[in-house]
């Protein structure tokens, strides 16, 4: 089994969620069977109880289950019905360990973040049969609430094999309009944090406003250490059923063939 890794540097809400839905539907056009986990590392169950003001519409998927409304967005993109076992919060995974505990299931042992929580994580990732699996941490990286998924995440990269894991990286890199210039501090110190975890990002996705100036995203190579061909540009879409066809055009499905060593045939079709 292959996986797509996808985090988020610099601010919430800059696109990972459409980002990883379109390189999953990409690659599912390609002739790859996809499938998608999001992971919530928000300590609530379920999106149930959410007040939808804050969080967006509650997105009920075929079995009942009361996700994020960016299942939405993979089930449109990937044309699979989403269920259950397609979104994890942290607020299950800690359930599931305390009921555990109190059944006497880890025999006397100290229960713990690692290996106890990132086992449960790791599991509940591994069960999920298909070829390629798109996981989406949500949050950004440096929150603490996403840590210990994002550790759980290494833990299985080095486990199933790092040659199995591509990650991507989508970050934002504001324009100044006064100086006329991109400002890529934020990304590079936000890879730096993903490093400083034991991550290292694959691939970048720099989302712009407006297109970008093909110097800035050199520095950012640089200073990253991401290889200059992974890291692209992906300005604002007028619609973001227009993202998965960008992605294509500028040749995503090759450079993750290549480094998932996946066979890959076209099937195009931008129809949703
Ligand atoms: P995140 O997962 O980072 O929180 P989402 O993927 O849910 O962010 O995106 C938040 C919103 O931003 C989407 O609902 C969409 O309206 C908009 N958006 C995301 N990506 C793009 C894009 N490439 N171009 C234009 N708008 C986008």
């Known amino acids: 089994k292959k996986y797509i890794v996808v985090t988020g540097g610099v601010l919430s809400g800059i696109g990972k969620g459409i980002v990883s839905a379109s390189i999953g539907r990409v690659l599912k056009d390609c002739g790859i069977k996809v499938n998608s986990l999001k992971i919530d590392p928000y300590l609530n169950v379920d999106a149930g109880t959410m007040n939808p003001n804050q969080h967006g519409e509650v997105f009920v998927t075929d079995d009942g289950y ?10 449109r993109f990937l044309g699979i019905d989403m269920k259950r076992f397609n979104n994890i919060t942290a607020g299950q995974i800690f359930k599931s360990i305390i009921e555990k505990e109190r059944e006497g299931k880890y025999l006397g042992a100290t229960v713990q973040m690692v290996p106890h929580v990132t ?21 950004t990286v440096g929150d603490i609430e996403g840590e210990i998924f994002l550790e759980a995440v290494r833990e299985l990269s080095l486990e199933e094999g790092i040659e199995n894991f591509f990650f991507v990286h989508v970050t934002f890199v504001p324009y100044l309009s006064v100086t006329n210039e991109f400002k890529t501090k934020p990304t590079q110190q936000s890879v730096q944090l993903l490093r400083k975890i034991g991550i290292h990002p694959n691939m970048l ?14 520095k950012i190579s640089l200073f990253a250490g991401v290889n200059r061909k992974y890291v692209i540009n992906l300005p604002d879409a007028d619609n973001v059923y227009e993202v998965p066809e960008k992605l294509y055009n500028l040749g995503i499905q090759k450079i993750i063939a290549e480094n998932l060593n996946l066979e890959i045939q076209n099937k195009l079709n931008w129809e949703y």
């Open 66 to 75: 009361e996700a994020d409304l960016d299942l939405g967005h993979y089930e």
């Open 205 to 218: 996705i720099i989302r712009t406003e407006k297109a970008i100036d093909s110097s800035s995203l050199d």
């Open 119 to 139: 086992e449960e994580i790791k599991n509940r990732i591994k069960s999920i049969d298909t070829d390629l699996l798109m996981i989406e941490i949500g949050g």
